[in-house]
Nanobody, 125 residues
């Protein structure tokens, strides 16, 4: 059974940094697109960053220059380095893995087949 497990969330002050980690079992990252998404209660899931099997990346405009997505295929681990955090970055963050259908990276949630349970990030002003 595929499982994705996020960690690294927490509470920080505006301007601070966090590194989110997503570890997978029964799934290999090397041949898949992976993504980070976030959701605020009452709002839709938002694509934050993604990375494809060829290491190409994509970011939503609001995090460009502040967040970096990366992965370690040998450890089946996905990372999201977040710096210069803002209160509007407060959300539950989820990692997602392509179920083998994608040949590219996308920030569209519905195109990912596997999801973690989320980790909360709270940024105070």
């Amino acid at each position: 059974k595929v499982q994705l497990l996020e960690s690294g969330g927490g509470s920080v002050q505006s301007g601070g940094s966090l590194i989110l980690t997503c570890r997978a079992s029964a799934l290999t990252y090397s041949s898949r697109s992976m993504g980070w998404f976030r959701q605020v209660p009452g709002e839709e899931l938002e694509g934050v960053a993604c990375i494809d099997k060829d290491w190409s990346t994509m970011y939503t405009d609001s995090v460009k220059g502040r967040f970096t997505i990366s992965k370690d295929n040998t450890k089946n681990t996905l990372y999201l380095q977040m710096s210069s955090l803002k209160p509007e970055d407060t959300a539950m963050y989820f990692c997602a893995a392509d179920a083998g259908r994608l040949n590219y990276c996308t920030l569209v949630p519905s195109l990912y087949g596997y999801w973690g349970q989320g980790t909360q990030v709270t940024v105070s002003s």
